[in-house]
């Protein structure tokens, strides 16, 4: 999915013309952003919104007037990552609630929409990608610049981010302090990195975003 500054495109499903051109014209406030409003999901799907490759962020009334109600939508959403849900609606059963939280809903607004505060929910969730996908392109550049390590190059370097000295990964992996360190300048060599504390920032980077895979949206 393509993602741009600016958060990508945002997608109105909202049946009441009043409050959908409120909340467009709060949400087209911001330069750049890209903002589409439909009256019903029939009417985004018709115009084939449901594949834009862009939208970042789809804000529909739960019960929505026609066959595709808020349910339909979310079960839509449900395969398409990167994509996230906002949800509104007045009354709600409890069935209601736990099946839009469990559908994947990014957040569930009260309605009728106030549009102040669905511009800040929406800053917040656009913020929210910048981050993610920051924090991923590092690990990217982690992971990218660290593939050409051998594995006993890999072994090395884990045994230094587990904070062991020269001698005692020599001991570790049966090997001379010597070929440690010359391992260690070929492992920096391959990385690109102009001290060990950078080579360290990489291998932290790696396991960090690793092991926090941030899903944003359903």
Known sequence: ??????????????????????????????????VRSFASAEAWVEAGADTDTDCAILL???????????????????????????VAASRLTIYEVRAILRGGAHDLLPAPLDPRLVGRAIDEAVAARRQHHAVFARRREAEARLSGLTPRERDILDAMASGLATKAIARRLELSPR????????????????????????????????GNRVHFGP
């Open 1 to 34: 999915m393509r993602v741009s500054d600016n958060g990508g495109h945002i997608h109105l499903i909202l049946p009441d013309a009043v409050e959908r051109t409120a909340c467009f014209r709060v949400l087209a406030e911001t330069p750049g952003r890209i």
């Open 60 to 86: 529909f009334h739960w019960h929505q007037p026609g066959a595709i109600d808020g349910a339909a939508l979310l079960a839509r959403l449900a395969g398409q990552v990167g994509i996230a849900a906002f």
């Open 179 to 210: 070929t440690v360190e010359v391992h260690r300048a070929n492992i920096m060599r391959r990385a690109g990195a102009a001290s060990v504390a950078e080579l360290l920032r990489l291998q932290f980077t790696a396991e960090w975003a690793a």
